[in-house]
């Protein structure tokens, strides 16, 4: 029994030894990096810390610093702009499909008008063009001797207009500003139309669309400052939620409407936005 006393006797003294060294660790970390240690920058005629205080809600400390990116009170001005072509050549099935001739694109157009309400965080406008084509000119599927068709001339052509308003939260990666990473949320509200023509009974139809949408965005992205006032983005969709309204006629006669809503989750090849923006 003594000799158990004294093994656990000796065991508390070294939990308590090991705890004290561990807090005079911390300790000395923590004054290496005060405040009063941080190098510092003069925005808008104020001297602050380079890197932006954060706090820690019980979170671990993997010692990584939000530096500061773009600095309160700066305007950004900038453009993104997405574009995606399909061809002929792009979709080769073995030898199901035959005598194949089609082409498609889609494009977008964003510029955009930003202001910096605190360091590394800003609040924005968002204009958005897009604009889609496809032309098939023709089409021979053979499956088997029971399943063979052809289409010819469909063609369909979609275009919109938005507007959206949003928040970006940049996170600086180093002490010079070049390097950061974002998170965005945009909320937009838009309209737009879309024309379908096919050939059906050997007459030519022609199905046309409005469509009024909603989406709320939540797109990350990365920022590198390529000049002192000029920075190249990346950014992707991955997940979101919308909500489109369609009113349909073909050939003039009215054939009704619907109203559709979802939500994804996903990484969109096809949401890839690059852009380039200006900060004064």
Known sequence: MKTAAKILIFAMMLVASVTASAQKVVRKSESTFSLDSIPRVIVDGDTVPIIIPQKNYGRFDRGLFNYIFIPKGKWGFGITASYGELNTEDIQVLSVLKDLDFSGKMYSVKPYLSYFLASNQSIGLRFNYTRGIADLGHLSVNFSDDLDFSI??????????????????YVGLDRGGRFG?????????????????????????????????????FSPGVCVFI???????????????????????????????????????????????FGLMVVI
């Open 181 to 217: 990473v974002f998170n965005e949320v945009d909320l937009s509200f838009g309209t737009g139309s879309s024309r379908f023509k096919r050939i059906y009974n050997d007459a030519p139809r022609d199905t046309r669309t409005l469509i009024s949408k909603g989406a709320l965005n």
């Open 227 to 273: 000049q002192d006032f000029a920075a190249f983005n990346v950014s992707f969709g991955v997940f979101g939620i919308n909500w489109q309204k369609e009113k349909q006629t073909t050939d003039g006669v009215d054939e009704g409407s619907r109203v559709t809503s979802g939500a994804n989750f996903r990484f969109n090849i096809f949401n890839i936005n």
């Open 152 to 169: 010819r001339d469909v063609s369909y052509y979609q275009q919109s207009f938005s507007v959206s308003t949003f928040y970006r939260n």
